[in-house]
């Protein structure tokens, strides 16, 4: 038995009353969890209401380690957010991000810097007033946690090379982007949290770059899908 941090980041329903649950957690990467009747079930250690997305948990869990389904024996809410799960901006962010760590851990090994970030991450989100930038930022730190955060040593050049992740002064292949929305996305280089999210953007602006980063995770990750949730994200943000 293992006792670790964990961050819920995929649900699924399984029949009538079961679920199957993904979490990143802190001891071992990524784990999927068997959770039997628990939709069904009033008592017990294990509540369905445990299972929100990104939900930061305490479990207590069997690790095989085999790549099958593991075994939950308990779960107790680790951090209780004040507005993610409530406010209706920040729950569409949530389904954005979840989609997004499905789409971009997949290692079952220990990983605890990424795990601080995501962390970390979530209270902040769970915390601010101004978020609006706030999945743009997210998706360039965890760049980094991914290895393959842009080498932004020569940020002033005026192409960004979306295939070798780099800035640069000519186009050397059809992914080199250029314009007004590349100079938007430099913005986020360099920058702290807050600084992030009071840079000003219009709902194009934002847009832009929004998808310049997932075009920017396509290149890079292999399997890499655009979320379903953009979409609604996106006209929420408008």
């Not at 209780?80 to 789409?103: A, G, N, P, R, W």
């Not at 090994?109 to 609006?132: C, I, M, P, Q, T």
């Amino acid at each position: 038995m293992v006792t670790t941090n964990a961050i819920v980041i995929g649900t699924k329903k399984y029949g009538e009353a079961d679920l199957i649950v993904t979490c990143f957690t802190e001891s071992d990467g990524i784990k999927t969890y068997m959770l039997r009747g628990v939709l069904k079930s009033k008592k017990g250690k294990i509540r369905a209401s445990h299972f929100q997305l990104l939900t930061q948990l305490e479990i207590e869990a069997s690790h095989k380690n085999k790549g099958t389904l593991e075994y939950l024996k308990d779960a107790k809410i680790a951090l209780h957010y004040q507005t993610l799960h409530t406010d209706v901006v920040k729950s569409c962010l949530v389904m954005f991000l979840s989609e997004i760590l499905i789409s971009t851990i997949r290692e079952e090994e220990k990983n605890e810097r990424l795990y601080h970030f995501l962390s970390r991450s979530l209270v902040l989100l769970d915390h601010a007033e101004e978020y609006g930038n706030f999945h743009i930022y997210f998706l360039l730190q965890l760049s980094s946690y991914l290895g393959f955060y842009p080498d932004d040593t020569n940020k002033d050049l005026p192409y960004f090379n979306l295939q070798d992740g780099l800035f640069q002064d000519e186009v050397t292949n059809i992914y080199c982007e250029k314009g007004p929305f590349i100079n938007n996305f430099k913005a986020f280089f360099g920058i702290k949290f807050d600084e992030a999210m009071r840079t000003k953007l219009t709902k194009s602006q934002r847009s832009s770059v929004l998808n310049l980063l997932l075009l920017y995770y396509q290149l890079h990750l292999q399997g890499f899908k655009k979320p379903k949730s953009l979409e609604i994200l996106q006209q929420l943000f408008n």
